[in-house]
């Protein structure tokens, strides 16, 4: 028996998939911004690792490079605004899959840019219902952040602060090779807790940050039980798992399943694209996004604790280091399980500095998807307050605590 379960353990670690893919060819393009690497759009599949009984990956993981590729493209089908992709190769050997959004009548756009970084398990192509709302006046990047989507996947530490800090730091070189000296940044679960440690790091590139459902800013209760209050249930699931395997390894565990299990056990995810998609792009999307081998994935594992606390919360850090000249606006969902007292304390605690706080009305945990007008009509109006700011015209600051 203990040889069997031994087979199945190589089996399950062989199927979730744990090596790097290889690197992709690299040109060299030039434009407003100047000369800079961008690696070529069609990555080569990953010979990464091997299925059930040595069969290839790609006979038992109906997904490769080509195919989330493409996937991307279908979610970004639809957008109206000019739309560039671009695999950027930056100084540090990663490379950065950027999805540029620019307004339709005016591409280079002379006012501040915003960039957006997605939640857990995303990529850039989940802002599709945001792209068109807040490029019409300026140019929006999303990336894959390192570690997820078409993005290279390297070996994290597993050290928290280390794995942190090659967030952090991936995305600063990402910055240095698109020539960008300064930007609003926006950052939605995982990717608010990435773009809030960047400011602390860079205040000076960051124009204004905003959080949307935020994961990781209180610290952990000290009472185990608490650790449950408000977490759905797939949430706890993974929580419980997470340490045991790969967060997403059972996407790729059941092979030629993964795309049916996604439909399956997350039919919301379609349900909240129904009015761009009557398809299932998003699933799809989904699927392709974690179906390649894992690396953010384990990156968040090594970051958190069990049930989804962060193992180095960011609440204290933006209390204390903070710099005061950077505008902070945090987004919450009214039916969201982050909790939204965090952005409270910060409001209070900060009484010199801009803080705003909105509670996104019909709104879950993927506030960005679930009330885009709402989140669209937030973002753009902080847009325009950056814009008044630099340019000196007199700023709106009527805004409400909720939408």
Same mark, same amino acid.
């Given at each position: 028996?203990?040889?069997?379960?031994?087979?199945?353990? *190589?089996?399950?670690?062989?199927?979730?998939?744990?090596?790097?893919?290889?690197?992709? +060819?690299?040109?060299?393009?030039?434009?407003?911004?100047?000369?800079?690497?961008?690696?070529?759009?069609? =990555?080569?599949?990953?010979?990464?690792?091997?299925?059930?009984?040595?069969?290839?990956?790609?006979?038992?993981?109906?997904? *490769?490079?080509?195919?989330?590729?493409?996937?991307?493209? =279908?979610?970004?089908?639809?957008?109206?605004?000019?739309?560039?992709?671009?695999?950027?190769?930056?100084?540090?050997?990663?490379?950065?899959?950027?999805?540029?959004?620019?307004?339709?009548?005016?591409?280079?756009?002379? =006012?501040?840019?915003?960039?957006?970084?997605?939640? #857990?398990?995303?990529?850039?192509?989940?802002?599709?219902?945001? #792209?068109?709302?807040?490029?019409?006046?300026?140019?929006?990047?999303?990336?894959?952040?390192?570690? #997820?989507?078409?993005?290279?996947?390297?070996? #994290?530490?597993?050290?928290?602060?280390?794995?942190?800090?090659?967030?952090?730091?991936?995305?600063? $070189?990402?910055?240095?090779?698109?020539?960008?000296?300064?930007?609003?940044?926006?950052?939605?679960?995982?990717?608010?807790?990435?773009?809030?440690?960047?400011?602390?790091?860079?205040?000076?590139?960051?124009?204004?940050?905003?959080?949307?459902?935020?994961?990781?800013?209180?610290?952990?209760?000290?009472? +185990?039980?608490?650790?449950?209050?408000?977490?759905?249930?797939?949430?706890?699931?993974?929580?419980?798992?997470?340490?045991?395997?790969?967060?997403?390894?059972?996407?790729?565990?059941?092979?030629?399943?993964?795309?049916?299990?996604?439909?399956?056990?997350?039919? /919301?995810?379609?349900?909240?694209?129904?009015?761009?998609?009557?398809?299932?792009?998003?699933?799809?999307?989904?699927?392709?996004?974690?179906?390649? +081998?894992?690396?953010?994935?384990?990156?968040?594992?090594?970051?958190?604790?069990?049930?989804?606390?962060?193992?180095? +919360?960011?609440?204290?850090?933006?209390?204390?280091?903070?710099?005061?000249?950077?505008?902070?606006?945090?987004?919450?969902?009214?039916?969201?399980?982050? /909790?939204?007292?965090?952005?409270?304390?910060?409001?209070?605690?900060?009484?010199? $500095?801009?803080?705003?706080?909105?509670?996104?009305?019909?709104?879950?945990?993927?506030?960005?998807?679930? *009330?885009?007008?709402?989140? *669209?009509?937030?973002?753009?109006?902080?847009?325009?307050?950056?814009?008044?700011?630099?340019?000196?015209?007199?700023?709106?600051?009527?805004?409400?605590?909720?939408?």
């Amino acid at each position: 028996m203990s040889g069997l379960a031994s087979w199945l353990a *190589n089996r399950a670690a062989a199927l979730a998939g744990y090596a790097r893919p290889p690197m992709s +060819p690299m040109t060299t393009t030039e434009d407003e911004r100047g000369p800079r690497q961008v690696v070529a759009s069609h =990555q080569p599949a990953a010979a990464d690792d091997f299925g059930l009984l040595s069969l290839p990956r790609w006979l038992w993981i109906p997904s *490769n490079a080509r195919a989330l590729e493409d996937a991307e493209m =279908q979610c970004l089908r639809k957008i109206k605004s000019r739309v560039d992709r671009e695999m950027v190769r930056t100084d540090d050997g990663h490379t950065i899959s950027t999805v540029i959004v620019r307004p339709a009548l005016e591409p280079e756009s002379p =006012q501040p840019p915003i960039v957006l970084l997605h939640g #857990f398990a995303g990529g850039a192509g989940i802002w599709c219902k945001n #792209f068109d709302a807040l490029a019409a006046d300026r140019t929006v990047y999303a990336i894959d952040m390192i570690g #997820f989507g078409r993005s290279s996947r390297p070996v #994290f530490s597993q050290d928290p602060v280390e794995s942190e800090g090659l967030f952090v730091s991936s995305f600063e $070189s990402w910055r240095r090779a698109m020539a960008l000296p300064s930007f609003i940044l926006a950052g939605h679960s995982l990717g608010g807790f990435v773009s809030a440690a960047y400011t602390l790091r860079y205040p000076s590139r960051v124009e204004h940050l905003i959080l949307l459902d935020c994961w990781g800013m209180p610290a952990r209760p000290d009472d +185990p039980a608490k650790e449950r209050i408000k977490l759905p249930g797939w949430v706890q699931v993974i929580g419980k798992l997470a340490h045991m395997f790969s967060p997403l390894s059972g996407i790729r565990m059941v092979g030629p399943f993964g795309a049916l299990c996604i439909r399956k056990l997350r039919p /919301d995810l379609q349900k909240k694209f129904a009015d761009m998609f009557d398809d299932e792009t998003i699933p799809n999307y989904i699927y392709h996004l974690n179906a390649r +081998p894992p690396s953010g994935e384990l990156a968040m594992n090594y970051m958190s604790h069990p049930f989804g606390w962060a193992k180095h +919360p960011m609440l204290p850090r933006l209390l204390e280091h903070l710099d005061l000249d950077v505008p902070l606006t945090l987004l919450y969902g009214q039916r969201s399980w982050v /909790d939204c007292k965090s952005g409270y304390l910060l409001k209070a605690a900060r009484p010199d $500095s801009y803080v705003d706080v909105h509670i996104v009305e019909r709104a879950g945990h993927h506030i960005y998807s679930d *009330n885009s007008p709402a989140v *669209n009509k937030i973002l753009t109006h902080l847009c325009m307050r950056v814009t008044d700011h630099l340019t000196g015209s007199s700023a709106d600051e009527g805004d409400d605590d909720s939408s």
